[in-house]
């Protein structure tokens, strides 16, 4: 793997950085193929080389631990909405209550030391995966809602997270905002005990489904091998409509999840006609529940302003399931918001491989503690929007709250839109061609370049 291109690299960061993090806990097996018989010199270089990259696995690890442990100051003035939530931070009960249900969100990040990729020797998905593993967050956040009860919250959460953000204190409050006595008990239940209640049974079994192993209906290896169909390979950038095409693929796929389907919206339009044959069965039998994948393009480099508050909007929705975004070339996954800055959850933090077949394997680095946000006006204009629909019933009321949220943006563009009927039935390539993106009006077609962004739509 090269690490001069970076496809991955921070907004804001120099070459040096993007270099590092390309070699982000590579190790020497990983890093490439290795020749059985070498000169002097080039065993010197070689060395210098393992040298290195062990060097900046080092300072990445102390760099990337240190930035995950800062903490995002929150209002206490302002709610912060969440994935369809309200909650007021001014109030203790609150601010307990968004605890528990950030924490209970899967983080998924990327991985080191897991089996090699196929076709590959690649043993980690640090520095060209982040879109891959926010893409399996919000496929995550929809087999929660599918699974468990409304209002589902891990339940190990209060006791694992102590301290995990900042509130804008006022002296009378300095010190004491977010600050819990350790719970002994709690501890030694999230280490598995609470394997015996059914709800943790079914968390468990919904992160086993995300491993990093090859047989994972949902890992890394399972993505990476769908993928190819789209013409890309271990070690490539995957952008947001990329992965969106790949999770529909791998849902199909699943024997776990027969009354579930993903469904990808066609040119930012939901067909209805089509959500309505994958979803419905002969009676008695209901509709399968449906998580909807909507790949948008909100600008042309940079996010057009006139979209935020539709964003917003939609984040709003108790169907919105999030949003696979970011920064150019830096992939978030984006849970809500508080004021003008969106609250999201970083895969970029490589974390060692999880032994999943062990009996009770550790939650822990499944979960964040840190909420974090960052300027709306810094999102990267390609994303994927996720919602989903348990039942027809539940179709046909995000129909009506989504319309109501594109409302916001209908004076633009609206950034999607339903129709009756059928899409084309000549299945477009799931790969766009790259750096070029088409942006109709009317009849009239135009190109814009998208060089530094993260993907390519066509925006209607």
Not at 248 to 259: E, G, R
């Amino acid at each position: 793997m090269n690490p001069s291109p970076s496809p991955a690299g921070c907004e804001g960061q120099s070459p040096t950085d993007d270099l590092m993090d390309d070699w982000l806990f590579l190790s020497s097996e990983s890093a490439g193929p290795q020749v059985q018989e070498v000169s002097r010199d080039d065993q010197e270089a070689e060395d210098r080389s393992k040298l290195r990259s062990k060097l900046v696995s080092a300072w990445n690890s102390v760099k990337y631990g240190w930035s995950l442990k800062q903490k995002s100051k929150f209002s206490r003035s302002s709610p912060v909405i969440m994935l369809g939530n309200s909650y007021e931070l001014k109030d203790q009960g609150e601010r307990a209550r968004f605890r528990g249900s950030f924490v209970s969100l899967l983080w998924l990040t990327y991985r080191r030391g897991f089996p090699p990729l196929a076709s590959s020797s690649l043993t980690t998905d640090s520095g060209w995966g982040c879109v891959l593993r926010t893409g399996q967050m919000l496929l995550a956040q929809g087999l929660l809602l599918h699974l468990m009860p409304p209002g589902w919250t891990w339940s190990v959460s209060h006791h694992v997270v102590k301290d995990d953000m900042d509130l804008e204190s006022r002296p009378a409050d300095s010190g004491r905002s977010f600050k819990q006595r350790p719970n002994k008990r709690g501890r030694k239940l999230s280490l598995g005990s609470l394997l015996d209640r059914p709800m943790e049974a079914t968390h468990r079994r919904v992160v086993s489904w995300f491993a990093d192993y090859p047989t994972a209906p949902f890992g890394i290896h399972q993505l990476v091998e769908l993928g190819k169909s789209s013409g890309k390979k271990a070690g490539d950038w995957y952008g947001p409509s990329i992965a969106a095409h790949i999770l529909q693929k791998a849902v199909a796929a699943s024997a776990d999840l027969p009354n579930l389907v993903v469904y990808v919206a066609q040119d930012c339009t939901i067909y209805l006609e089509d959500v309505k044959r994958l979803c419905e069965r002969p009676l008695p039998q209901s509709w399968k529940s449906v998580i909807i994948l909507v790949p948008v393009r909100l600008g042309g480099q940079e996010l057009n302003p006139a979209y935020i508050t539709c964003v917003k909007k939609l984040l709003m929705l108790q169907c919105c399931i999030g949003i696979i975004g970011g920064k150019p070339k830096h992939s978030l996954f984006f849970v809500g918001f508080q004021d003008d800055h969106l609250l999201y959850l970083d895969p970029h933090y490589c974390q060692p491989t999880v032994d999943i077949t062990k009996e009770n394997f550790p939650l822990e680095s499944f979960h964040c503690k840190y909420p974090r946000k960052m300027a709306v006006s810094r999102m990267d204009p390609s994303c994927t929007i996720g919602f989903y629909a348990k039942g027809q019933k539940d179709f046909d009321s995000l129909c009506t709250a989504v319309n109501e949220a594109l409302s916001t943006s209908a004076q633009t563009y609206p950034m999607f839109i339903f129709a009756e009927g059928h899409g084309q039935e000549e299945e477009r390539s799931n790969t766009p061609t790259n750096n070029i993106t088409y942006i109709q009006r009317k009849s009239d077609r135009r190109r814009v370049d998208t060089s530094n962004s993260m993907d390519e739509f066509v925006l209607l």
